[in-house]
């Protein structure tokens, strides 16, 4: 079973930039399907990009062209490179894996963007 560790959180002004960081350990991440969701004050946990063991990406449609999701086998991590960030990208972000009826979530990781 993998397990997650989030990193990259912070404060950013608008239109500035973070990168997130999700840490895999314990099984090998490479056949994995790892993913970004994000949940906002009250609002539901929701996708945010996912990139599949063999690399094809998929995302949200209001982050397209803003946010970047790729992963470094070898070093067991995915990444989210956020740029542009607005006020409504303010929410805990969670990494998380799968394969198959495997799921792992992380523990979260909370970006705000303000000025």
């Known amino acids: 079973q993998v397990q997650l560790v989030e990193s990259g959180g912070g404060l950013v002004q608008p239109g500035g930039s973070l990168r997130l960081s999700c840490a895999a350990s314990g099984s090998i991440f490479g056949l994995y399907a790892g993913a970004w969701y994000r949940q906002a004050s009250g609002k539901q946990r929701e996708l945010v990009a996912r990139i599949s063991s063999d690399g094809k990406t998929n995302y949200a449609e209001s982050v397209k062209a803003r946010f970047t999701i790729a992963r470094d086998n070898a070093k067991q991590t995915v990444y989210l490179q956020m740029n542009s960030l607005k006020s409504e990208d303010t929410a805990v972000y969670y990494c998380?894996?799968?394969?198959?009826?495997?799921?792992?979530w992380g523990q979260g990781t909370l970006v705000t963007v303000s000025s």
């Open positions: 998380h894996a799968d394969r198959g009826r495997l799921e792992v």
